[in-house]
């Protein structure tokens, strides 16, 4: 116990003795005013809504119980591409997340349009390049072509409120996925 | 007074208390006084708040040790009090092994237990194949008031073992697996076989039958003959346990791991049956490595590696990994003819060059390939795609590639055979 | 099943509405204002439990004490007021173990027996603690000059921090 805690303890115990001497009868010879009363509740008060305002300050201790009765949790394949376009979006890693995103899409759209739609690597790169690749605009963009959107479907696309990062990728994924499908004609889909 | 910690949970009674002092002394009102009063008591009910010695004993029981796969197993939890003092409030998390999920009720206790008492959990767990040893129960005891709390261990040792049969799947037309470079491997090993290859002098040991009684008849002399051995062909089922194999296509499903052994173990026991001899390596940083054999001993060696090896488990490993060493040191074990039947979700391009890369070393390699992809994400549908462009790399390098999906294996099978013997 | 529902247990949430609702209902005894004070607090209680917030549960547990406050700076009774301070301490007790309990084992595990002994024990200091403080109250009847209640403050102030920790 630290000297300022038995010095608090002295002064409890013989202030409460006192005050059960005072109402029993026995005179202290001691005058209160309402001014030293005042004084008093406002202390007691300040120093209560202090250790009060400590409350807000402490955070809780407890222990963290875990969840056994998962299953060990593995990723879903392509988890890590949604964390890059998650940190394309946030403020730090803005811009390396933003450019694995679309030079991953880029690669896979080179290899989609040699694999599944025979084209020679080069014929595949000048067509990412003017965007003759897809049917979606959208998509043509987002992996560099200087491809125009119409009017139309830019209000259309402002309106529906997918002009994020993600929607432009998702329209890109789906763009990759009909390649060599001779399904070219949905780019205006959704 | 000095196990456990303090919650903080009472913190800022006291000020209450003040204030409410502080308000009664201020109005000159009794009753504040007297509620200030009973604040204070509180805080003495607090501060003389502790936690006795706490001494539980668990025992586990299962209703079954050794289950099949997607069998449900029961597990009854008992924690009883061998402590002097009453435990007020007891709160038990058991240990459940992490590839085992619980179907029914939670692993969880709460309660109060005098000492000497026993309290009961039951939940149910769904088996998986493996040897699944339970973690430390973890038990969180407070006080009364809630004031202070402790955390502590207990432990029981449970194991749950999962070994299915290697059954022989007569439906599944696994003899295709290999079909393409079927037929005995003939050496130029003198042996036993069938086709003649040449005599030599009597050794002692050898089998009568194989002596030459023409030559004995004839001279006198003692002589064996020897034919050309004959060597049935192996193949090594290689199954791709790296940590990024270790995915699946939602949290409750199979990871593609788990479906890679399951692949493996059906098809080592159709080989077996059908006379290879087979051998089963782990691709991955906990090294397995079964040499291509034969027989019911064999069998039995298998069947427990995978179902008890830590490298086929289905949590994913930690070790560290170095995979070209890794496929160094297969090549260096794979006899020059073994063909290699190689177990992999192909999720990154590196499942991809380890078939390339034996299939160049002259091992016939045929990839099966459980697809782990969803179309549930952005990353899901690309991941998709990507798998897509490595099976369709695969086989244009020659490589064959089984492609297994949701339908059962023999289904997958039958339809890449069909494109197999185009 | 593959994960708990980490939200306040039924059991609890329960009882802490309960006797919420009880010592509003006492409070209506003493003005009007603490009584809607009491319902606004109950109101706040209900919603820490069912947002699952430790925080709201403390705000209810503060307005309850305003209500509290008001009622006895405008003279209420005694007992009402005593009564109403065990009823709102147990309610706000009551409702952060509900959330404990929950965060520990979940709204799936059965945790009825663990939260009826907690609430036995709280309520059994809580009566004794009223009746000890109530019977000093009785004992010192008849108006006691304000030094002793000074005194006793100050002894209480200097104790309340030798206690806390």
């Given at each position: 116990m630290t000297l300022a805690r038995r010095l608090f303890l002295l002064v409890g115990v013989v202030a409460t003795a006192a005050g059960f001497a005072v109402v029993a009868g026995v005179s202290l010879g001691l005058e209160l005013t309402d001014i030293f009363l005042g004084l008093v509740a406002a202390l007691a008060a300040l120093q209560g809504l202090r250790y009060v305002q400590r409350r807000r300050e402490t955070p809780m201790n407890t222990t963290v119980t875990?969840?056994?009765?998962?299953?060990?949790?593995?990723?879903?394949?392509?988890?890590?591409?949604?964390?890059?376009?998650?940190?394309?979006?946030?403020?730090?890693?803005?811009?390396?997340?933003?450019?694995?995103?679309?030079?991953?899409?880029?690669s896979r759209a080179t290899q989609a349009l040699v694999a599944r739609d025979g084209r020679a690597p080069e014929e595949a790169a000048a067509l990412l390049d003017t965007g003759g690749w897809t049917d979606d605009p959208v998509a043509?963009?987002?992996?560099g072509a200087s491809v125009s959107i119409p009017l139309r479907q830019r209000v259309?696309?402002?309106?529906?409120?997918?002009?994020?990062?993600?929607?432009?990728?998702?329209?890109?994924?789906?763009?990759?996925?009909?390649?060599?499908?001779?399904?070219?004609?949905?780019?205006e889909r959704r | 007074m000095s196990r456990g910690f303090d919650t903080e949970r009472w913190t800022g009674l006291d000020g209450l208390v003040l204030v409410a002092a502080g308000a009664g002394v201020f109005t000159r009102e009794a009753s504040l006084l007297l509620a200030a009063g009973l604040g204070v008591v509180v805080l003495g009910y607090v501060r003389v708040a502790a936690i006795p010695e706490v001494s539980l004993r668990i025992e586990r029981d299962l209703s079954d040790a050794t289950p099949d796969p997607d069998d449900e197993v029961e597990v009854t939890l008992r924690v009883t009090n061998e402590g002097s003092g009453t435990l007020f409030d007891l709160r038990v998390v058991d240990g459940v092994p992490p590839a085992l999920g619980v179907a029914d009720g939670p692993a969880r206790l709460g309660t109060a237990l005098r000492p000497g008492a026993t309290a009961t959990a039951t939940y149910t767990v769904t088996a998986v194949r493996g040897e699944h040893a339970w973690d430390e129960t973890v038990v969180v005891v407070r006080d009364p008031s809630g004031a202070v709390e402790s955390r502590e261990t207990v432990s029981a040792e449970t194991t749950l073992r999962c070994e299915p049969e290697l059954a022989a799947t007569a439906d599944l037309p696994l003899r295709g697996l290999t079909s393409k470079y079927a037929g005995r491997v003939e050496t130029d090993v003198p042996g036993s076989g069938l086709e003649f290859a040449s005599i030599r002098e009597y050794r002692h040991g050898d089998p009568i039958r194989r002596i030459d009684w023409n030559r004995r008849a004839r001279t006198g002399e003692l002589a064996t003959v020897e034919f050309r051995e004959e060597r049935a062909a192996s193949v090594v089922l290689v199954v791709d346990t790296r940590p990024e194999a270790h995915v699946a296509p939602g949290d409750e499903a199979e990871t593609a791991v788990e479906r890679s052994v399951d692949a493996a173990s059906v098809a080592f026991s159709a080989l077996l049956d059908s006379g290879d001899s087979v051998g089963v390596a782990a691709f991955g940083p906990d090294e397995c490595w079964l040499a291509p054999s034969s027989g019911a001993d064999h069998r039995a060696r298998a069947r427990r590696l995978f179902a008890t090896h830590p490298a086929f488990a289905p949590t994913p490993p930690d070790g560290a990994f170095f995979p070209s060493v890794a496929v160094r040191r297969l090549r260096r074990r794979l006899a020059s003819d073994a063909q290699v039947i190689f177990c992999s979700p192909l999720v990154d391009d590196y499942g991809v060059s380890v078939a390339r890369r034996l299939e160049a070393y002259g091992h016939a390699v045929t990839v099966v390939s459980p697809d782990p992809t969803t179309t549930a994400t952005i990353g899901a549908r690309l991941a998709r795609i990507e798998r897509d462009l490595r099976l369709r790399e695969l086989r244009r390098s020659g490589v064959r590639v089984l492609d297994w999906g949701d339908e059962p294996l023999g289904v997958a099978l039958a339809r890449a055979e069909a494109g197999w013997s185009r | 099943m593959s994960e708990i529902t980490r939200k306040p247990t039924r059991t609890g949430t329960a009882m802490a509405l309960s006797v919420a609702g009880l010592t509003t209902f006492t409070l209506g005894f003493t003005t009007s204002t603490a009584a809607v004070?009491?319902?606004?607090?109950?109101v706040a209680l209900a919603a820490g439990l069912f947002r699952g917030s430790r925080r709201i549960v403390d705000a209810a547990g503060g307005l309850f004490f305003l209500s509290l406050l008001f009622a006895g700076a405008t003279g209420a009774g005694t007992e009402a007021l005593l009564l109403a301070a065990l009823g709102s301490i147990l309610a706000w007790d009551l409702a952060e173990n509900a959330h404990s309990v929950g965060e520990h084992l979940g709204r799936e595990t059965d945790t009825l027996r663990l939260e009826l002994v907690h609430a036995a024990a709280t309520l059994v200091v809580l009566a004794v603690g009223a009746a000890v403080v109530y019977g000093a109250d009785r004992a010192a009847a008849g108006g006691q000059p304000i030094t002793a209640v000074v005194?006793?403050?100050?002894?209480?102030?200097?104790?309340?921090?030798?206690?806390t920790r």
């Amino acid at each position: 116990m630290t000297l300022a805690r038995r010095l608090f303890l002295l002064v409890g115990v013989v202030a409460t003795a006192a005050g059960f001497a005072v109402v029993a009868g026995v005179s202290l010879g001691l005058e209160l005013t309402d001014i030293f009363l005042g004084l008093v509740a406002a202390l007691a008060a300040l120093q209560g809504l202090r250790y009060v305002q400590r409350r807000r300050e402490t955070p809780m201790n407890t222990t963290v119980t875990g969840d056994p009765e998962a299953r060990v949790a593995v990723p879903i394949p392509g988890s890590d591409f949604d964390d890059d376009l998650v940190s394309a979006m946030g403020r730090h890693t803005h811009w390396a997340a933003r450019k694995r995103v679309v030079d991953r899409l880029e690669s896979r759209a080179t290899q989609a349009l040699v694999a599944r739609d025979g084209r020679a690597p080069e014929e595949a790169a000048a067509l990412l390049d003017t965007g003759g690749w897809t049917d979606d605009p959208v998509a043509a963009r987002f992996l560099g072509a200087s491809v125009s959107i119409p009017l139309r479907q830019r209000v259309r696309l402002f309106l529906s409120g997918q002009s994020s990062l993600t929607d432009r990728a998702g329209r890109t994924v789906a763009a990759i996925e009909r390649i060599g499908t001779d399904d070219d004609s949905t780019g205006e889909r959704r | 007074m000095s196990r456990g910690f303090d919650t903080e949970r009472w913190t800022g009674l006291d000020g209450l208390v003040l204030v409410a002092a502080g308000a009664g002394v201020f109005t000159r009102e009794a009753s504040l006084l007297l509620a200030a009063g009973l604040g204070v008591v509180v805080l003495g009910y607090v501060r003389v708040a502790a936690i006795p010695e706490v001494s539980l004993r668990i025992e586990r029981d299962l209703s079954d040790a050794t289950p099949d796969p997607d069998d449900e197993v029961e597990v009854t939890l008992r924690v009883t009090n061998e402590g002097s003092g009453t435990l007020f409030d007891l709160r038990v998390v058991d240990g459940v092994p992490p590839a085992l999920g619980v179907a029914d009720g939670p692993a969880r206790l709460g309660t109060a237990l005098r000492p000497g008492a026993t309290a009961t959990a039951t939940y149910t767990v769904t088996a998986v194949r493996g040897e699944h040893a339970w973690d430390e129960t973890v038990v969180v005891v407070r006080d009364p008031s809630g004031a202070v709390e402790s955390r502590e261990t207990v432990s029981a040792e449970t194991t749950l073992r999962c070994e299915p049969e290697l059954a022989a799947t007569a439906d599944l037309p696994l003899r295709g697996l290999t079909s393409k470079y079927a037929g005995r491997v003939e050496t130029d090993v003198p042996g036993s076989g069938l086709e003649f290859a040449s005599i030599r002098e009597y050794r002692h040991g050898d089998p009568i039958r194989r002596i030459d009684w023409n030559r004995r008849a004839r001279t006198g002399e003692l002589a064996t003959v020897e034919f050309r051995e004959e060597r049935a062909a192996s193949v090594v089922l290689v199954v791709d346990t790296r940590p990024e194999a270790h995915v699946a296509p939602g949290d409750e499903a199979e990871t593609a791991v788990e479906r890679s052994v399951d692949a493996a173990s059906v098809a080592f026991s159709a080989l077996l049956d059908s006379g290879d001899s087979v051998g089963v390596a782990a691709f991955g940083p906990d090294e397995c490595w079964l040499a291509p054999s034969s027989g019911a001993d064999h069998r039995a060696r298998a069947r427990r590696l995978f179902a008890t090896h830590p490298a086929f488990a289905p949590t994913p490993p930690d070790g560290a990994f170095f995979p070209s060493v890794a496929v160094r040191r297969l090549r260096r074990r794979l006899a020059s003819d073994a063909q290699v039947i190689f177990c992999s979700p192909l999720v990154d391009d590196y499942g991809v060059s380890v078939a390339r890369r034996l299939e160049a070393y002259g091992h016939a390699v045929t990839v099966v390939s459980p697809d782990p992809t969803t179309t549930a994400t952005i990353g899901a549908r690309l991941a998709r795609i990507e798998r897509d462009l490595r099976l369709r790399e695969l086989r244009r390098s020659g490589v064959r590639v089984l492609d297994w999906g949701d339908e059962p294996l023999g289904v997958a099978l039958a339809r890449a055979e069909a494109g197999w013997s185009r | 099943m593959s994960e708990i529902t980490r939200k306040p247990t039924r059991t609890g949430t329960a009882m802490a509405l309960s006797v919420a609702g009880l010592t509003t209902f006492t409070l209506g005894f003493t003005t009007s204002t603490a009584a809607v004070g009491g319902l606004v607090a109950t109101v706040a209680l209900a919603a820490g439990l069912f947002r699952g917030s430790r925080r709201i549960v403390d705000a209810a547990g503060g307005l309850f004490f305003l209500s509290l406050l008001f009622a006895g700076a405008t003279g209420a009774g005694t007992e009402a007021l005593l009564l109403a301070a065990l009823g709102s301490i147990l309610a706000w007790d009551l409702a952060e173990n509900a959330h404990s309990v929950g965060e520990h084992l979940g709204r799936e595990t059965d945790t009825l027996r663990l939260e009826l002994v907690h609430a036995a024990a709280t309520l059994v200091v809580l009566a004794v603690g009223a009746a000890v403080v109530y019977g000093a109250d009785r004992a010192a009847a008849g108006g006691q000059p304000i030094t002793a209640v000074v005194l006793l403050l100050v002894g209480v102030v200097a104790l309340v921090t030798v206690v806390t920790r």
